[in-house]
């Protein structure tokens, strides 16, 4: 990741004026370290975390959960949920399918051109279709 300071926040300035959201000192840091090199990512709140302080930013947890938590409602990242109590938060907004890491604990990209689907079950009345989430589960042999 790259250091927020870099790059004056402009990409993370950009990135957050994209969803509405006000550009404020420690949102603006952590966007930057989420999109200021142009990369997606896949992160934790505790990864983001010790990223900032990495780069020597004072920045709660709390915040760091809140703020990501913000970016997911302003359409700008993705949660997505590997098991009950671990979330992961992706900066690629399109629907594809992800590999989880179960050695790492490491989220990545899967190829999407690659997955198919026969079919989908029906739907309960008076319900649509929000969105499929794919995590395929990896251990290393």
């Known amino acids: 990741?790259?250091?927020?300071?870099?790059?004056?926040?402009?990409?993370?300035?950009?990135?957050?004026?994209?969803g509405g959201l006000r550009p404020t000192r420690q949102r603006l840091v952590l966007?930057?370290?989420?999109v200021g090199d142009g990369c997606h990512r896949h992160v934790t709140a505790e990864s983001l975390?010790?990223?900032?302080?990495?780069?020597?930013?004072?920045v709660s947890l709390a915040t760091v959960y809140n703020t990501l938590r913000a970016f997911c409602e302003a359409g700008l990242m993705q949660e997505v949920v590997v098991d009950g109590a671990k979330s992961y938060f992706?900066?690629?907004m399109d629907d594809h399918p992800h590999f989880f890491?179960?050695?790492?604990?490491?989220?990545?990209?899967?190829?999407?051109?690659?997955?198919?689907f026969a079919r989908l079950p029906d739907l309960?009345?008076?319900?649509e279709l929000a969105r499929v989430d794919?995590?395929?589960r990896l251990r290393r042999v």
Do not use: K, S
């Open 1 to 18: 990741m790259t250091h927020p300071q870099a790059d004056q926040g402009r990409q993370g300035a950009t990135w957050l004026m994209r």
């Open 31 to 34: 966007a930057d370290l989420l």
């Open 49 to 58: 975390f010790a990223a900032a302080e990495g780069c020597g930013e004072r």
């Open 90 to 92: 992706d900066t690629r």
């Open 101 to 116: 890491w179960e050695d790492t604990g490491t989220l990545t990209d899967a190829p999407a051109e690659q997955l198919a």
């Open 124 to 127: 309960p009345e008076g319900t």
């Open 134 to 136: 794919v995590v395929i």
